[in-house]
């Protein structure tokens, strides 16, 4: 069954197409949502929750919205961004902290699997996590995020600097300890 | 390695990258949220219905219960004006043989309040006197009783009575009792002690000063005197009215986004369309209370107009050959030499529609209403069920594109509830019909379209002109 023989079943309403469809793509929307917050549990909640919408806007107006697995991609990341909190905006901002880290990026990055680079960018901070998703991951500009986030493009490129950094220092971290 | 090749490594491998999930545990938690889902919205709906009911029956409860108390033990209100016969007419009368009328009367009556027995016509025709033999001793505090007197002579007794300065015109006319409880004191003065009036047998049958006989003193004793001689006992009645009105206004429009991905969409909706106005006609049954309560239910129609407008603008390209040098040779030949160039033209395209929203609905609502004449002014509100919604015209989609909004299926077939509230300016023209004004607003607080995308939302300020026929 094709996703537009999919889409079709869920906007009638068919219990087989929305539990296939369920199935079929829950678990890529689950690493979405994973990315973004960072644990299972939350990112457990947050599918479901986008589910729940790509369901329902199925039975009213899918046929406008583009291709099908981007549109549920970027409803799962609508829910998380609106689910999680908001409060590192204000928390976050401060780099003086940061210790200074050599220029250079390991290479040790390509030997990481997709498993274990989910595992860095969990361990980041709401924030930083939040913006490198939407920078790296989703190719967003900063103006785009600075719009979705309802923050300034200046912020957005510190912590996504800082992001950088820290997945940095994690990755050296990681090639010390094999090493 | 640079930033860009970091960053590819996690686009590329995390981008793609699928999780491992129980998508049982996925499934039976969508599943549970939708049902949640449906039965919140179910018992939304019913609650405010049961609700309104609620609201409804108890408004009209209170105000059936409050009209009867009202009516029985405070306001008794004179109707037949001929009641209130000048003293000096009322004295000129007052030697009239008790005997006639007052043994006639008699014969009903046991009571002796002077202030609740028929007046001009009973005083001094005996009546009067036999109601007060024995009291002759007025005060308007006091309550008399002649269950017991057989001397008719002391009719006379009551011209004193009623002579009396004290005694206003109004009193007279209230003096006709209409019930037990009336007799009891029910007098709208409050001079009247239900405890010291003792009564016992029939009460005297009311008679206004028209149905009296002056030249025989012959009184026609009515089989059902209560309803032949106080129809508008019937006051305690409910007044059914019908109304029609029509009218007009501006609308207040909100659409937001739910969800910040359809905040372009939502923008470029609220670029290119803005709404006009709307136009309702409704028919209402009115039930109005004695205590001026009234409350009203019926059919509405109403129909909200918006302007979709698109200056769209598209380039042709066009391939063009050119001149574009020109060689001269030494003989005089000349070689031209050709080019191709594409010019694009840009074309503006006014893409002008009006969109309509339609709603049916059942207006439902109580008010109280003043009354100041001919004129009345009557504050109202109520809530409107919304039994269909249908929503017509152009709107841009997610894509940018044209597309006609019957198409999306974006939009609902029914909103729900509204809720209204206006004030209404009345005129008497006849005696059963009433021109009236009717300034309100009406807020509409569920969305036209799914929430999950937009929530669209309308306030409605106009003003309608109907007229009122009371049935009863």
């Keep these: 069954m094709t996703v537009e023989e999919l889409f079709i079943g869920c906007r009638k309403g068919k219990a087989l197409h929305q539990k296939t469809l369920v199935e079929r793509y829950s678990s890529m929307l689950f690493s979405v949502a994973k990315r973004y917050t960072g644990n299972e549990y939350d990112a457990q909640d947050i599918v479901q929750d986008a589910l729940v919408k790509i369901l329902k806007g199925l039975k009213n107006n899918y046929k406008e919205r583009g291709k099908p697995e981007q549109w549920m991609r970027t409803i799962t990341i609508n829910t998380a961004l609106n689910a999680m909190d908001r409060s590192w905006v204000s928390r976050e901002t401060d780099f003086e902290n940061m210790p200074d880290v050599p220029g250079d990026y390991p290479d040790a990055i390509a030997e990481l699997g997709a498993e274990e680079l989910m595992e860095l960018v969990a361990s980041l901070p709401d924030g930083y996590r939040q913006i490198f998703n939407l920078a790296v991951i989703e190719n967003f500009s900063h103006a785009e995020i600075a719009e979705r986030l309802d923050i300034v493009e200046s912020t957005s490129r510190s912590q996504l600097l800082r992001a950088r950094k820290i997945l940095q220092m994690k990755v050296r971290e990681q090639e010390k300890i094999r090493i | ?472």
Excluded at chain 2, 138 to 148: G, L
Excluded at chain 2, 311 to 323: G, K
Excluded at chain 2, 345 to 373: K, M
Excluded at chain 2, 390 to 401: I, N
């Design chain 2, 1 to 472: 390695m640079n930033t860009r090749e970091f960053d590819k490594h996690f686009r590329e491998k995390l981008g793609e990258y699928n999780s491992p999930v129980d998508t049982d545990a996925i499934w039976a938690g969508v599943q549970s949220r939708m049902d949640s889902d449906r039965s919140r919205a179910g018992f939304y709906w019913w609650f405010g219905s049961l609700l309104m009911l609620f609201i409804l029956i108890g408004s009209a409860w209170y105000a059936v219960t409050d009209a009867g108390n009202s009516n029985a033990l405070k306001t008794y209100t004179p109707r037949y004006s001929e009641v209130s016969l000048p003293l000096s007419e009322l004295n000129s009368r007052e030697e009239n043989s008790a005997e006639e009328i007052g043994d006639n009367q008699n014969t009903h009556s046991n009571f002796g309040h002077q202030e609740e027995f028929p007046t001009n016509k009973a005083r001094g025709d005996g009546e009067v006197g036999k109601a007060h033999q024995g009291n002759s001793s007025f005060d308007e505090e006091t309550v008399s009783d002649s269950r017991n007197s057989e001397d008719v002579q002391l009719a006379g007794s009551s011209s004193e009575l009623f002579t009396r300065n004290e005694i206003t015109s109004k009193e007279y006319g209230a003096g006709n009792f209409k019930d037990s409880q009336a007799a009891q004191g029910g007098f709208d003065d409050g001079v009247a002690v239900i405890d010291e009036i003792p009564i016992s047998g029939d009460l005297m049958t009311p008679i206004p000063a028209s149905q009296f006989d002056w030249e025989s003193r012959a009184v026609d004793l009515l089989e059902n005197p209560e309803n032949d001689l106080y129809p508008s006992d019937n006051s305690n009645r409910p007044e059914i009215s019908l109304l029609v009105d029509g009218g007009a206004g501006f609308v207040g429009r909100q659409i937001e986004s739910a969800d910040p991905g359809w905040n372009a969409f939502t923008r470029q909706r609220l670029r290119t369309e803005t709404p006009l106005e709307f136009a309702n006609a409704q028919f209402r049954v009115s039930l109005e209370l004695q205590n001026n309560w009234y409350f009203t239910a019926g059919a509405s129609f109403t129909r909200i107009n918006e302007r979709f407008e698109l200056d769209r603008i598209t380039h042709e390209e066009e391939l063009v050959t050119y001149v574009s040098d020109i060689h001269i040779g030494e003989s005089g030949d000349s070689t031209l030499i050709y080019s191709t160039g594409l010019v694009s033209t840009e074309h503006h395209e006014q893409v002008n529609h009006i969109n309509r929203y339609t709603f049916i609905d059942i207006p439902v609502t109580a008010g109280y209403n003043y009354d100041l004449g001919r004129w009345s002014l009557a504050l109202e509100a109520g809530v409107l069920f919304n039994v269909r919604l249908r929503s017509t015209g152009s709107m841009l989609d997610s894509e940018g594109v044209v597309v006609r909004i019957e198409n999306t299926n974006m939009f609902h077939s029914r909103l729900g509830l509204s809720y209204t509230g206006s004030v209404r300016i009345g005129y008497q023209s006849g005696t059963r019909t009433m021109l009236y004004i009717q300034p309100g607003v009406r807020y509409m607080p569920g969305s036209l379209t799914e929430r999950g995308i937009q929530k669209q939302t309308y306030a409605l300020y106009g003003i309608n002109a109907g007229i009122s026929y009371r049935l009863r």
